[in-house]
């Protein structure tokens, strides 16, 4: 969020504002409004493939959505793999005033045997990816999820730094340090986001050790309870925002109802998002919540034990169709907005 501040100079409220600036502390601005945006897969998943770029982006607007949060490949110099469908998307986006958070995968880090080649490489992709594309984009988010490729065990609450392993935490981190540098470089301008999820706080206190100037921690939570029974959440954003001391933000750029709506909870899929939006928007070091997802998935070949992973969408499209069928959640903000 690209903030501006207009400060009366004279007056003792401006050269306080002014002092917390000049030491780093986060201020957030009251006039910025709490964003609500949305995950798609516009240039991989099959569902989304076949429903139209102009589609995609009227449903975001009558849910009165501004971002739309993309997982994005490229090749190693930061090309975009789908490249041509990621221009129709940018392109009908900027047309309807939507805004799009890439979410770069990271890759290449699997064959780095020591820190300096894993730094060199990620710059150089991600630092790539951002001059070609830097016009269509005011954040980054580097990586998703990646703290789950560091812990030494899955059953580990992750809020410690010795949870993870630290060979692979040396490769990963500078490797991760190399494409927030690389973006940096090429679009100074723009934030950075680097995401964690489930109680992993331990791994941002990783990313602080290393040094990495990333500008927002990105948060992912799925939840089967109400925001005032999610002790485990309060306490997590808590952790997270305390270890830069409240200097960073977060954004929640993935949340929903744990197994999405999976054997018909879609009612207690709304009650859920709508709960969390309500209470995250009250806190000014939460900015934004990014809803996962937007389409139903039922082309995805999942194993028995994994199919709630077809039922995280708020809407459903009917592939031969075309039909749109509004669950619950988005049929209330389709009415709220229109």
């Not at 470089?185 to 100037?213: Q, R, V, W």
Request: hydrophobic content about 35%.
């Amino acid at each position: 969020m690209k903030n501006s501040i207009v400060l009366r100079m004279s007056s003792v409220s401006g050269i306080l504002i002014i002092c917390l600036m000049l030491s780093g502390f986060y201020l957030p601005m009251v006039n910025d409004p709490f964003i609500l945006g949305v995950n798609g897969h516009p240039l991989n998943h099959k569902v989304y493939l076949s429903t139209p770029v102009a589609t995609q982006a009227s449903l975001l607007k009558s849910l009165g959505m501004s971002y739309y949060r993309v997982d994005i490949g490229t090749d190693l110099n930061g090309t975009i793999t789908n490249e041509s469908k990621f221009l129709e998307l940018a392109t009908v986006f900027q047309q309807n005033n939507l805004k799009i958070l890439p979410m770069l995968y990271p890759h290449g880090y699997e064959q780095c045997n020591d820190a300096l080649t894993a730094y060199n490489l990620g710059k150089k992709m991600a630092g790539g990816f951002a001059t070609k594309y830097g016009k269509y984009f005011d954040h980054y988010e580097i990586a998703n999820e990646i703290d789950l490729k560091l812990l030494k065990k899955r059953t580990l609450d992750g809020k410690d730094t010795s949870d993870y392993d630290s060979a692979k935490s040396k490769i990963i981190c500078n490797f991760l340090k190399g494409m927030n540098d690389g973006v940096k470089e090429s679009d100074p301008t723009a934030k950075t986001i680097i995401n964690m999820c489930e109680t992993h706080s331990g791994f941002i206190k990783l990313l602080k050790s290393y040094n990495i100037n990333f500008d927002i921690i990105g948060q992912h939570w799925y939840s089967n309870k109400m925001y005032s029974q999610s002790v485990d959440y309060q306490n997590t954003v808590n952790d997270l925002l305390a270890v830069y001391n409240y200097k960073k933000p977060i954004w929640i750029t993935e949340f929903n109802q744990f197994w999405g709506s999976i054997n018909r909870r879609e009612e207690s899929q709304s009650a859920i998002l709508n709960d969390f939006i309500n209470n995250c928007s009250k806190n000014k070091m939460i900015q934004a919540l990014f809803i996962y997802e937007l389409l139903d998935e039922p082309d995805l070949k999942m194993s028995d034990k994994m199919q709630y992973e077809k039922k995280f969408g708020i809407v459903e499209r009917d592939a031969i169709s075309g039909q749109i069928k509004y669950k619950p959640f988005a049929k209330a903000r389709m009415t709220k907005n229109n």
